[in-house]
Each structure stands twice: as C-alpha cells, then as structure tokens.
C-alpha cells in the first residue's frame, strides 16, 4: 500500500505565501505524475499543478506565474509553493499521485490520494 502525507496548509491574508508538501511512502517501486488539486466548497474538484517524473509541469491557468511545483524524486515527495495568494485560492489541497508498486517483473500500477490540507486566505 501507498500512503501520501501532506502538510503545510493554513490561514494566510491576501498577498501571503503557503508552501505545501506531500510525502509517499510504502511499497514504492517508482511514481510517476504528482500533482496537487483542490476543491472549493460547492466546486468541482480542479487539477491546480502536476510534475511528471522527468520534471515537465502543468499548471491550471488560475495560478500561473503563482504557484510553482517541485519534486524529490529520492525522497518521494513534492512540494506546492503558492505565492500572491488569492481570496479564490481557498480550497482544500490534496496531493495526488501514480505509483508503481511491487517488484520489477510484477508491477501494478494505482492512483493514490493524500488526506488533504484546507488553505484559507483571507481579505
């Protein structure tokens, strides 16, 4: 099994900085895309940054320029920097990824989900 741990969200004004970080651990072979999303009360659950395992980036155009997504690829973990935060940027952030798990000749590839981590920012 795969567990995804995230941490760093809170309450910040507008204008402020968050950094969240989401750490995989368990039988991991390999993790392929990590991404962040986030779901504001009564909205859909939206893609807000993804990072492939060679390091290509997608972001959601609401948080370019913004936001910025890293990884750790030996320690399994990745980052979401928020900056300039936005009143709209309210949500809960949860951390996603595809893991490969088993040995080399038995892989089985799952998509896992953090707990999720609620940022706030107020006006």
């Known amino acids: 099994q795969v567990q995804l741990v995230e941490s760093g969200g809170g309450l910040v004004q507008v204008g402020g900085s968050l950094r969240l970080s989401c750490a995989a651990s368990?039988?991991?072979?390999?993790?392929?895309?990590m991404g962040w999303y986030r779901q504001a009360p009564g909205k859909q659950r939206e893609l807000v940054a993804a990072?492939?395992?060679?390091?290509?980036?997608n972001y959601a155009d609401s948080v370019k320029g913004r936001f910025t997504i890293s990884r750790d690829s030996a320690k399994n973990t990745v980052d979401l920097q928020m900056n300039s935060l936005k009143p709209e940027d309210t949500a809960v952030y949860s951390c996603?990824?595809?893991?490969?798990?088993?040995?080399?000749?038995?892989?089985?590839?799952?998509?896992?989900w953090g707990q999720g981590t609620q940022v706030t920012v107020s006006s």
């Open positions: 368990g039988s991991i072979f390999s993790i392929n895309t």
């Open positions: 996603n990824a595809d893991v490969d798990t088993g040995t080399g000749w038995a892989l089985e590839r799952g998509n896992y």
């Open positions: 990072i492939t395992s060679g390091g290509r980036t």
